[in-house]
């Protein structure tokens, strides 16, 4: 390497000493080739300290240097992709579909095929243009990108797929005069996203892309180059593949995904000379416990007239973790005594915000069953840990850890790092259910929040109550179902619940889902005794903000649940707000 001897070394006290630099010795091969060079590769490390490695393809020469910028990129906290588990192709743009977000559309929505999707190019997001009009979508409606750009994208035409699908197609008009096409052909184009068709400079130099859709995924397969306009041009990039040992699938808005193909290789060659290849770079791959395949190593040749040249592969390690679980009991003593799973109940939360974990500890059995919660934090090993002993006047129903506001509206509300927590508390005289949000304090170790107050309704039934008789038929005394003198009669029960924590509107803040439970009750009718039981399933949608003091209870809807249903909150689809998961024999049902 040459060496400017008047810039200033950059590397200043770390260079190695000529003693260290005589100490190193370069590793074994990787292969048994006798071609010179290596394969081209760049190490990274992304802001987010990723591991990114990028292994750009080499292309044959085109028109003015027009040349497609093609690479094999790995980046250690992606996924499984179409290159391997953490490997992509760089270099292919397209238009995808992305939710729309509360802080830039007013409403948080997932990916569903309707009229609140929105677009992404390359990963930055349309909004419709500053000072025109148009409906996001539509046909003729220009868009630019959030972050600044002089970039104008037009949507054109109607999705075949029908009207929820979107535009046909995509026009993207470069400031340098360059413009780009998207998701003009039926292959190129899918539900989710539409992928480049061609790129074209001012003077009608093109890059020319095609795509084979297999199960509602679009892969790239060539890309041509060399021409002007739609000509075949003259230099070709080919993708091959293989079928996938684990398939990825997903449903998106009901829609089945599968991707069954992985990357086996990339070939760049002369259009009309497929066995003459510049240059290949085959892949190799292995499979771990789960069955995903990770890349293992990449292998660079050439081949002319049926001579086949290959350098030494490029080879890749991955750890492999072992599949059992580990941890390590951290002992403590806690003030309060005979503590079991038989008796007593804990919620965990970071209650005091040192980025530890908490616990709020309860008694479930006995006379002071629900009727007080120490909260311990700050735990110590092997020490005592003292925790605050809080008393309840009257039992509660359960303790739920939530996200909260502190503040009024005097001073302004403000999202709280720390979790504060939410007793819930039935009144049988009136069937009142309150729910009442407390938080740590320093002071005194808990501080009273907010307050809501609801009555749910009360199961109901009404029937005419029939007496039973006793009677005389001949010589024998019988019983029998009066007709006459029916009693209007009137069942009620309180309805228990069970309470559901989540983020469940998107806003930030914890919501709760009460979801009755069944409810089994008993009557007579006449001389007969019957046994039934309402089911449960009506759920409730109960928002905790404490800046809405009144309207915060909605119905929700209608679960179908058993009494031996698992019900789970988790954000299935992905567009932050809680779905729900109920589990039962044989079948998993999502309510989103």
């Not at 170790?445 to 199961?459: A, E, G, I, L, T």
């Amino acid at each position: 390497p040459v060496v400017n001897k008047n810039t200033p070394d950059p590397i200043g006290n770390n260079r190695l000493s000529s003693q260290d630099r005589q100490s190193i010795t370069p590793s074994a091969p990787t292969g048994n080739s006798s071609e010179a060079g290596i394969t081209e590769g760049n190490l990274t490390v992304s802001l987010s300290g990723a591991a990114n490695y990028t292994i750009p393809i080499e292309v044959l020469p085109g028109i003015k240097g027009i040349v497609p910028q093609i690479s094999l990129s790995y980046d250690s906290q992606s996924g499984n992709n179409i290159a391997g588990y953490g490997w992509s192709v760089s270099g292919l743009s397209s238009i995808t579909r992305i939710p729309s977000t509360k802080y830039h559309d007013g409403i948080p929505d997932p990916v569903d095929f309707d009229n609140l999707d929105r677009f992404a190019l390359d990963g930055q997001r349309l909004r419709i243009k500053n000072g025109t009009s148009g409906t996001y979508g539509a046909n003729g409606t220009v868009y630019e990108t959030e972050i600044f750009s002089t970039t104008k994208v037009t949507s054109f035409g109607v999705s075949p797929l029908g009207t929820i699908y979107g535009p046909q197609y995509f026009l993207v008009e470069y400031p340098d005069g360059s413009k780009a096409q998207y998701g003009n052909h039926l292959e190129s184009r899918s539900e989710l996203k539409w992928s480049i068709d061609y790129w074209e400079n001012p003077q009608g130099i093109r890059i020319n892309y095609s795509y084979a859709k297999f199960l509602n995924i679009s892969r790239i397969m060539r890309i041509n180059y060399g021409a002007i306009g739609a000509n075949p041009g003259c230099n070709t990039i080919y993708f091959h593949y293989k079928k996938r040992n684990r398939y990825e699938n997903a449903y998106i808005g009901g829609i089945p995904f599968t991707e069954a193909y992985i990357l086996s290789y990339i070939q760049v060659h002369p259009t009309n000379a497929f066995n003459s290849h510049y240059r290949k770079y085959s892949l190799t791959h292995d499979s771990n416990s789960l069955g995903y395949e990770r890349l293992t190593r990449i292998t660079e040749s050439s081949a002319c007239e049926g001579t086949v040249k290959s350098r030494n592969p490029t080879v890749f390690t991955y750890d492999d973790t072992p599949d059992t679980l580990f941890y390590n009991p951290i002992a403590t003593n806690l003030s309060a005594n005979n503590i079991s799973y038989k008796n007593a109940a804990t919620v965990t939360g970071d209650f005091n915000g040192d980025g530890k974990t908490d616990i709020i500890l309860y008694p479930t059995f006995g006379s002071d069953a629900r009727k007080k919660y120490w909260l311990f934090t700050n735990f110590q090993e092997n020490q005592y840990n003292i925790g605050s002993e809080i008393p309840v006047p009257e039992s509660f129903d359960e303790i739920v850890p939530v996200s909260w506001l502190g503040g009024s509206s005097s001073y302004g509300y403000k999202l709280m790092q720390t979790q504060a927590w939410t007793l819930i508390k039935t009144n049988p005289s009136d069937n009142t259910t309150t729910f009442s949000t407390y938080a740590a304090g320093t002071a005194s170790p808990v501080y009273f929040q907010d307050r809501k107050s609801y009555q749910f309704p009360k199961f109901s039934f009404r029937y005419d109550k029939k007496p039973c008789a006793i009677g005389l038929k001949g010589p024998e005394l019988i019983i029998f179902n009066h007709t006459a003198n029916a009693i209007p009669t009137e069942i009620t029960k309180e309805i228990p619940k069970t309470y559901l924590s989540g983020d469940f509107n998107g806003d930030g803040l914890t919501d709760l889902i009460a979801v009755d439970k069944s409810v089994p009750y008993s009557y007579r009718q006449g001389c007969n005794s019957y046994n039934n039981q309402r089911p449960g399933g009506q759920s409730y949608f109960i928002n905790l903000d404490k800046r809405i003091p009144s309207g915060f209870v909605n119905n929700a809807g209608q679960l179908t649940i058993t009494n031996y249903s698992i019900i789970r909150v988790v954000d299935y689809n992905g567009d932050g707000k809680s779905d729900i998961l109920v589990f039962d024999s044989g079948k998993v049902t999502v309510y989103t």
